[in-house]
């Protein structure tokens, strides 16, 4: 006599979600998993507690982005290549309209073995990387700092442009972010110039530690939250936690000593000259342009600093002197100051202040000088040597 068996249900999870959230998650692990050789080129899909998670990760850090959505089943975790299912997810909607992407969702069936997505009426396998991990990654730190998000990822922005993206150089890659209970400053530099500015935030604690100036600025559009946090695991930090929204990001803290560099921004007995912003960008674009023809465009350009005035001249071969227009200037000088200053990082300079007018703090010719507009940011320039 036979007798008939039942095989039992597959176990798995199926999640439905937004095509759109998905999609900026799969961005947002790929500043990991992606570029043209990733250490570990595979992601963790996770649904576990009602919540779908995508993690990537290498040595130094870790980003995991979660997804709002239904899930039904049990926890269920793979690994996939993160190349394939980036790739996978624009081809299944070509020439769709923007409208319809906004509004289309995804079905995501998931068991230990295997990732499958329907979207756009396919029914789409991902190749699935069975014996690959991630590497182990710490607890997420309880947050010390709470800092608004619109406010801290525009003075990071304008902070790292002056870090230093030589990985060889990595202390100067870093952002320097000193945490206290009532503000946040970062400082960066690349040994030429350096920046500076500050933040309000709501901490529990006074420390400082450096964070990764280009993975960080990468990071900051996937900041989906009013505020961010910072967290870190003691005061000797080994790892530090930034979570906003739906992202978390952990780092291995760099044992490296930030150079000391909080002196050059005391301008001590300085003269000044404060001119109107737009005007000072315009001569220094065209000094910049000027420059580029007229000698190498890193030759540095003349800045000279009279009563009432201020001069931007480009740089010339064989340092031919050039005339150029004068900008008025509320000065408080003794006679003429003139200095080189590169003209693309003075430029640079320039394009990071706010308010109507930017003010030049400088002392004795060939010292460095300093920029500020508006408000807190700081930004000084190591000036260049010119010939007498």
Not at 4 to 15: C, E, K, M, R
Not at 319 to 332: E, G, K, L, Y
Not at 344 to 363: Q, S
Request: net charge negative; hydrophobic share 40%.
């Amino acid at each position: 006599m036979s007798v008939s068996t039942t095989a039992p249900a597959a176990v798995g999870a199926s999640i439905s979600t937004s095509y759109r959230d998905l999609v900026a998650a799969v961005k947002a692990v790929g500043l990991l998993a992606g570029g043209t050789r990733p250490a570990f080129p595979n992601i963790e899909v996770a649904a576990a507690d009602q919540t779908l998670t995508l993690t990537s990760a290498d040595t130094e850090s870790s980003v995991s982005v979660t997804v709002a959505g239904s899930i039904t089943g049990d926890e269920q975790r793979v690994m996939v290549s993160w190349a394939e299912l980036s790739k996978l997810l624009p081809a299944a909607v070509k020439g769709t309209s923007k409208r319809q992407l906004d509004q289309l969702d995804i079905n995501i069936d998931m068991t230990g073995e295997s990732l499958t997505l329907g979207v756009a009426g396919y029914e789409l396998p991902v190749t699935v990387a069975p014996d690959a991990q991630l590497p182990d990654m710490p607890a997420t730190t309880p947050g010390t700092h709470v800092v608004d998000r619109d406010e801290f990822a525009a003075m990071f922005t304008r902070v790292v442009a002056a870090a230093c993206t030589d990985e060889f150089l990595r202390t100067f890659t870093m952002v320097n972010t000193d945490l206290t209970a009532d503000s946040l400053t970062l400082t960066a530099t690349d040994r030429y110039r350096m920046s500076r500015g500050s933040v309000a935030c709501n901490g529990t604690s006074d420390q400082s530690v450096l964070l990764p100036g280009t993975l960080i600025a990468k990071l900051l559009p996937f900041c989906d939250g009013d505020q961010i946090t910072l967290g870190t695991d003691g005061e000797e930090a080994e790892w530090i936690t930034l979570h906003s929204g739906s992202l978390t990001v952990k780092i291995h803290a760099h044992n490296g000593s930030f150079p000391r560099i909080t002196h050059l921004f005391d301008m001590d007995n300085a003269d000044t000259a404060t001119v109107d912003r737009a005007e000072f960008r315009t001569a220094a674009d065209r000094a910049k342009a000027l420059t580029a023809v007229l000698a190498d465009r890193n030759t540095a350009a003349r800045i000279i600093v009279a009563p009432d005035t201020l001069t931007i001249a480009p740089g010339t071969r064989d340092d031919a002197r050039t005339a150029a227009p004068s900008i008025t200037a509320d000065t408080h000088v003794d006679g003429t100051w003139t200095g080189g200053a590169n003209p693309t990082y003075l430029v640079d300079a320039i394009a990071h202040l706010t308010g109507e007018t930017v003010t030049l703090e400088f002392t004795a010719p060939g010292k460095p000088i300093k920029l500020t507009g508006d408000d807190t940011f700081e930004h000084v320039l190591m000036l260049m040597r010119l010939p007498q």
